[in-house]
Nanobody, 128 residues
Framework: QVQLAESGGDSVQSGGSLRLTCVVA????????WGWFRQAPGEEREGLAA???????TYEDSVKDRFTISMSAAKDTLFLQMKRLKPEDTAMYYC??????????????????????WGQGTQVTVSS
């Protein structure tokens, strides 16, 4: 089992920045890649970014120039640095872990269905 706990969500104005943190515990060695997702009210959960055990990253197009995913050397803390935030970024943000392995030579996927373990979420609200 893998446990995840997010923090760092807040209310900010448009154009501001936030850094989300996700503490990972349990069978960390079983994890092949980690990801950040978000879900706005009435919307489906969407993938934002993923990072695998080797540090390879994937970004969803709408955030790739504004968000950065990273991980501590011990693989026990995941980060999402967000800048130039927009009102449409308002959502509950989740970190997740997958026990699958990304394909050699390919970046990790950011598909909800590929992730087995989830945190409880942290709220990000961006006002105009």
């Amino acid at each position: 089992q893998v446990q995840l706990a997010e923090s760092g969500g807040d209310s900010v104005q448009s154009g501001g920045s936030l850094r989300l943190t996700c503490v990972v515990a349990g069978k960390i060695d079983s994890v092949g890649y980690w990801g950040w997702f978000r879900q706005a009210p009435g919307e489906e959960r969407e993938g934002l970014a993923a990072i695998d055990y080797n540090g390879e990253t994937t970004y969803e197009d709408s955030v790739k120039d504004r968000f950065t995913i990273s991980m501590s050397a011990a693989k026990d803390t995941l980060f999402l640095q967000m800048k130039r935030l927009k009102p449409e970024d308002t959502a509950m943000y989740y970190c997740a872990a997958s026990v699958l392995a990304s394909m050699p030579g390919e970046n990790p996927p950011v598909l909800v269905s590929d992730f087995q373990f989830w945190g409880q979420g942290t709220q990000v609200t961006v006002s105009s």
